[in-house]
């Protein structure tokens, strides 16, 4: 079993397209994947082109760095700018559009600023260089944030003095809550793989069970999102609707307990504003006040310039499934990868980048 | 990817050829030998190996059908 070749069997694809087909007939069905990885998993396995016309795949806020309002750029982009100050981050945070500059602008006029793939890389340079701040940007879902959490949890035991964090890290459950009270019309959610593995399937329940909506847990294979397709349909047409996982070879009903728990040590939850959809009650974490001192918001007084939004550009509406990348001005001419004016543009997750790169 | 060797909370992991590091201290007793879902370097959930081989006989029934 090596996990990855035995979910991009064709004559499984070719079955799950077939039932698919044939339990949706004409009905007209729009489904949103919440996770950018299945954004980006679906534009590059060419997934909609298995599904018959009148069944619409949507993308929603499941892209961390997409959703990270310029304001919390804007403030990275300062800490920067502070002297003996060195700045971590996940790479697809370097390009995005703040304000009035960006983190690669930054750097070029001479800040610190590293890209490193996890924490531990953050954690071996603030080691490595005790004379400097070493600051990680902590954006991220539910499956990035005990990771960070985990970082302070070991700068903690250390006694690091110079390694903190800027937390922007967002929870899906109650984006979710926000997008069923929203103007969207959604038959069903692809619940995403990689969040649930941590947070488990059954803390969807109580935000999806008001609402007739079909929700089932997805892989990032072909035949996990055309089965999870299926699975969602035979909701529908059973009506039927509860949290189903397709991705049971990763995600639990309760998750990874130890993780959570790490988590649960390091952050607590507060309101936090989403690009475009604005802000959600509890829907973002924040570090305890037991930390204070690893939390780069507290621990380093900066003046942050004036937020500013980009004129004409829909990542907003995108981020809620309210409009396509097609749809926006900027899409394919004023806003490409080399020069995104949206984030949604920037990050390997972005809708407007799968759209670009795929098609 | 597939545990190879455990250094304390450092686990060798390793896939299609390629061997990094991640760190396991999000996971209740690592063993070597199992897999598990590495995310921004850090091993975040083990894979179920016979949920996988049910998954993968319900696929075969489908396409039996």
Same mark, same amino acid.
């Given at each position: ?24 007939? $004409? ?94 890389? #953050?954690?071996?340079? #603030? ?30 035991? $250390? ?9 922007? %890290? ?23 793989? %990689? ?28 035949? $996990? ?64 006040? $037991? ?69 | 990817?597939?545990?190879? /060797? ?16 991640? /760190? ?35 696929? /075969? ?5």
């Amino acid at each position: 079993m090596k996990y990855i070749d035995e979910f991009r069997n064709t004559a499984h694809t070719k079955a799950l397209a077939k039932r698919i087909a044939d339990i949706a007939g $004409d009905r007209e069905l729009t489904f949103m994947e919440v996770c950018g990885t299945h954004t980006m998993a679906i534009s590059r396995f060419g997934i909609r082109s298995l599904l018959p016309k009148n069944l619409r795949l949507i993308s929603g806020p499941g892209c961390p760095v997409c959703v990270t309002a310029n304001d919390y750029l804007d403030h990275a982009i300062a800490l920067a700018r502070l002297p003996n100050v060195t700045i971590t981050t996940f790479g697809d945070m370097m390009k995005v559009p703040a304000s009035t500059s960006s983190l690669t602008k930054c750097r070029a006029e001479g800040a610190d600023i590293r890209i490193v793939t996890s924490t531990t890389e #953050a954690l071996t340079l #603030a080691h490595q260089n005790p004379e400097r701040e070493v600051i990680f940007l902590g954006v991220g879902f539910e499956a990035t944030t005990p990771t960070i959490a985990a970082s302070l949890m070991l700068a903690y035991n $250390d006694k690091l003095t110079n390694y903190s964090v800027l937390a922007a %890290h967002k929870l899906i459950p109650p984006a979710l809550e926000a997008l069923l009270g929203g103007q969207l019309k959604l038959n069903g959610f692809l619940l995403p793989g %990689h969040v649930s593995a941590i947070i488990g399937s059954n803390v969807y329940k109580p935000t999806l069970a008001e609402h007739n909506v079909a929700a089932v847990v997805a892989g990032f294979e072909p035949t $996990d999102i055309l089965r999870a397709l299926a699975e969602s349909l035979e909701q529908i047409v059973s009506g039927n609707y509860a949290v189903n996982v397709e991705y049971r070879r990763v995600v639990s009903p309760e998750g990874n307990t130890k993780a959570k728990a790490i988590v649960d040590e390091i952050f607590e939850s507060c309101d936090t504003a989403w690009r475009g959809i604005g802000v959600i009650p509890n829907s973002g974490l924040r570090i305890r006040e $037991d930390y204070a001192s690893y939390d780069a918001a507290k621990k380093f007084n900066v003046e942050v310039e004036p937020t500013r939004e980009h004129k004409g550009c829909k990542c907003g509406e995108i981020l809620q499934g309210l409009c396509q990348p097609s749809d926006c001005p900027h899409f394919g001419k004023s806003c490409t990868p080399d020069n995104p004016v949206g984030a949604c543009m920037v990050s390997g997750e972005g809708t407007c980048a799968a759209y670009y790169r795929y098609g | 990817m597939k545990i190879e /060797n455990i250094d304390g909370v450092t686990a060798t992991v390793s896939a299609a050829g390629s061997t990094i590091a991640a /760190n396991v201290m999000l996971l209740d007793e690592p063993a070597i030998g199992e897999y598990v879902l590495v995310h921004a370097g850090f091993a975040i959930k083990k894979i179920d190996e016979q949920e996988a081989a049910e998954t993968i006989e319900t696929l /075969n029934k489908l396409v039996d059908k």
